[in-house]
DNA sequence: ATGATTAATGTACACGCGTACATTTTGTCA
DNA sequence: TGACAAAATGTACGCGTGTACATTAATCAT
C-alpha cells in the first residue's frame, strides 16, 4: 500500500514515511506530490505497524476499579477525571486504554508496560492496601511512568514514595467544618469513608484539627463510618437522628455527597430535615450534590483538574519541564448551598 | 527475548510461540520446559509485535461524545453501558479504546479501523442527524463491525440499516405514562429532549399512542422539550407551574431523570411538591432517582446489558451463532417510586 | 521388519513501518 | 569550472511475532 503511494508520487517508500511524519528536510514539491498520492489512494498508515516500529504503543492506561453491582464509588467522581485524562491525551494523540480491576484481585500492572500494552499508567481508585502498595513501589523500582490519582501515600506533607496527584482534602475538611462552625454548629458528627483511602484519614485529620482549634471537644459517638455508598449513609440515619433528637448533634458533615443525601434521606423519615433541623455538608460536589431536595452544601473537587494534569505530567514530552511533582495537591473549595445556608442553630 | 527463552528451554522459537498460544502439536514435556523457561527469564510476550503479527489490535473502540462544560448526558448512562461493555470485552481478552468525540465534530471512523487501531467499535451518545447516518453508512457499506447504542435509524419495527442496539423507549414510554393514567391522572405533561436521538421521538410516540388508546386528548400545551439537561427541566418549571396550578396538568412525564429532577426543584419553589401536587415520572432510573426527595418513579433502562450484547455481538468469534439482530430491542422496567405512589389527584 | 501415517519440532519468512547509512542531487564559493 | 558542503532521496534492514512448510521422530498396522 505505502509501495503504490510511493510508485504514484514516483518516490522511495522511505520519503513517503518522511512526508507523512514530517521528519527529515524534504522538498516541498516532493512533499506534494506525496501528500497528493497518498489522499489519492487514500492511505492510512497501520498504527500497527507504526507502534510497532517506533516501539511505543501510544496508549495511556487508565486503571479503573470494576464495580459490578453495588457501586461504591459515584460516577461523577469518575468521568470527570477520565475526561480530564482524555481531553489531555488526545491534544498529545495518545489513545485511553481503559482497564477495569476487579476490586480486590489487581492486575499485574508490570506486565502492562512489559506486553507495551502502554507507556503509561494512570490509577484511579486506589487504596493504601499492601497489596497496592506493593505493586505501585514495583512499577516505581523498575522506572515505569505512572502516577495514581486521588490518593496518598506516605504521611502528609512528605515527600510521596510514587508520583500522586492529590487533592487538599485535609483543607477541604476543614473549611467544610470551619462553616458548620461559623454559623453556630457546636456538635458536628462527622461520616467517614474506609480508612484505607487517604481521602478519609485526611478528612478525619481535617476535622479534628478544626474542631480543636475552634475549642471544640471532639465526641467519639460522633464518628461515624460508613462505606461511600448512599446505603452505608442512609443506614446511619437512625444513629444520627437520636443524636439530634437529644441535642446531642446539630450538623453533619459527610465525607461524600452520596453518603451526606443518604443519611438525609433517612432522617427525612424521622422527621428531620436538612437546613432545618440539622446542618449537612458533604463532599466532592457531585451534581447528586445540586440534586438533592436541599440543595446540598460541598466541597468541590477538581478531578477534571487532577485527570488532565496527571496526563501531562505522563505524556511531557523531552521539551517540556516536569515542573509537576510540586504541585501534587491541587486545592478544593467550598459551595454553600442549601443544607447549611439556612440553618440557624438554636443556641 | 524470546530466542533466550528458546535456547533455555532447548527448542526453537517457533515452539515457544506454539507453547504460549497454545496452537498446534506439543508435547506435555517440551511445553513444561518451554513455561518454566519463560517464567525464569519473566518473559512477556510484546502485543505489539503479537497484534502486528496477527494484524489484530485487539482492541474494542468505544466513541463516546465529550463533554466539555455541560453534560447532556447522564454520566450514569455512559458508566453503566461502559461497564457492561468492559466486562464482556475483558471475558473476551479484548482491551477498550477509549475516544472521545467532540460534539458536532465527528471523527473518522474509517480511518480507525483503516489504521487498524480498533477491530471493532461501538458508538455511544449518537444521534439522527446527517453527519452520524453517513458515518454510519459508510462503515456499513465498508463492512466494519460496529454497533451504535441506545440509538435506532430508520423506522419502529423495520430492519435498521445497519447494526443498533436499543431499548423499547416506545414501550417504556407507554408503560410510564399508563401508570400515570392508572392512579387517575389526566392532564399529564411531557418533557422530552432533542428530536434528533430516537429515545425521544420513541418516548414521543409511546406517549401519545398510549393517550389515544386511554381516551384521552393529547394537548400541544402539555408537550415540553428540554435538553436532558437539569437545568431545561428547572426551566421549564414557571410553565409547568401554571399548569398545575390552574388545573391544567396534574402529571408531568419526563424524558429523563435529570430534567425530572430540574422540573421538580423548580416546581418545590413554587410550592408545588410532586407526589402531593403532582404525579411525576423520570426515565432512565439513574441513582439519581433514587437520590431525589421524593425519590422518583423512572423506567429502568438495561444500559449494561445493551453494552454488553453489543460487545458480544461484535467479539462473536466463529464458533458462536451471531443470534443478536433479532433482540436489537432490550426491554425496560417501570420503578414506582414515591413521586407517583402517593399522589392522588382529586378528580 | 517395513512402510505409512501422524506427532513433534525446526527453518524461513512476512507483516508494514521507521530510520541509519549510502548515494545522488543541488547549491555555494572561489 | 571545479571542489566542497548541504540538501534530498534511495537502499537496506531491524523491530518481535505468527505461521506455512520442511523435516525429523514416534506410532502403528501389516
Redesign the interface.
Known amino acids: 500500500m505505502r509501495q503504490q503511494v510511493a510508485k504514484l508520487a514516483g518516490v522511495s517508500e522511505a520519503t513517503v514515511s518522511r512526508v507523512l511524519n514530517g521528519v527529515g528536510p524534504v522538498k516541498e514539491e516532493t512533499k506534494q506530490r506525496v501528500l497528493a498520492a497518498a489522499a489519492e489512494l487514500?492511505y492510512?498508515?497501520?498504527?500497527?505497524?507504526q507502534?510497532?516500529a517506533r516501539?511505543k504503543?501510544g496508549?495511556l492506561g487508565?486503571v479503573l476499579p470494576?464495580?459490578?453491582k453495588v457501586?461504591l464509588f459515584s460516577?461523577?467522581y469518575?468521568?470527570e477525571m477520565?475526561?480530564g485524562i482524555?481531553?489531555e491525551a488526545?491534544a498529545r494523540g495518545n489513545?485511553?486504554?481503559?482497564?477495569?480491576r476487579e476490586t480486590d484481585q489487581p492486575r499485574d500492572y508490570t506486565?502492562l508496560f512489559?506486553?507495551?500494552?502502554v507507556d503509561a499508567l494512570i490509577i484511579l481508585g486506589a487504596r493504601d492496601m499492601p497489596l497496592d502498595r506493593q505493586s505501585f513501589e514495583e512499577l516505581a523500582r523498575e522506572g515505569y511512568p505512572f502516577c495514581v490519582l486521588n490518593q496518598r501515600y506516605g504521611e502528609r506533607g512528605e515527600v510521596p514514595p510514587f508520583p500522586t496527584i492529590d487533592a487538599d482534602h485535609w483543607s477541604g475538611s476543614r473549611e467544610a467544618v470551619r462553616h458548620l462552625i461559623d454559623i453556630g454548629c457546636k456538635q458536628i458528627a462527622f461520616i467517614n469513608g474506609p480508612a484505607d483511602y487517604s481521602n478519609s484519614t485526611d478528612r478525619r485529620d481535617g476535622y479534628l484539627s478544626i474542631m480543636e482549634q475552634s475549642g471544640l471537644p471532639v465526641q467519639e459517638r460522633l464518628m461515624l463510618t460508613g462505606n461511600y455508598s448512599?446505603k452505608s449513609g442512609y443506614e446511619l440515619a437512625p444513629h444520627l437522628a437520636d443524636l439530634i433528637a437529644s441535642g446531642q448533634a446539630d450538623a453533619i458533615f459527610a465525607a461524600n455527597d452520596?453518603m451526606a443525601?443518604g443519611a438525609m434521606?433517612g432522617l427525612r423519615e424521622r422527621g428531620l430535615e436538612a437546613g432545618r433541623d440539622y446542618a449537612l455538608c458533604g463532599y466532592d460536589d457531585a451534581?447528586?450534590a445540586?440534586?438533592?431536595?436541599p440543595?446540598l452544601t460541598s466541597v468541590a473537587v477538581p478531578f477534571h483538574e487532577m485527570g488532565r494534569a496527571a496526563a501531562e505530567q505522563l505524556l511531557a514530552g523531552e521539551g517540556e519541564e516536569r515542573a509537576a511533582a510540586l504541585s501534587s495537591e491541587l486545592p478544593v473549595r467550598l459551595i454553600v448551598r442549601e443544607s447549611t445556608g439556612q440553618y440557624k442553630p438554636q443556641s
Open positions: 487514500g492510512v498508515p497501520s498504527a500497527l505497524a507502534r510497532f516501539k504503543s496508549n487508565v470494576y464495580m459490578a457501586s460516577t461523577y469518575f468521568s477520565l475526561g482524555g481531553s488526545q489513545d485511553l486504554l481503559l482497564l477495569f506486565a512489559q506486553s507495551q500494552k448512599r452520596r443525601i434521606q451534581d447528586a445540586r440534586m438533592a431536595c440543595q
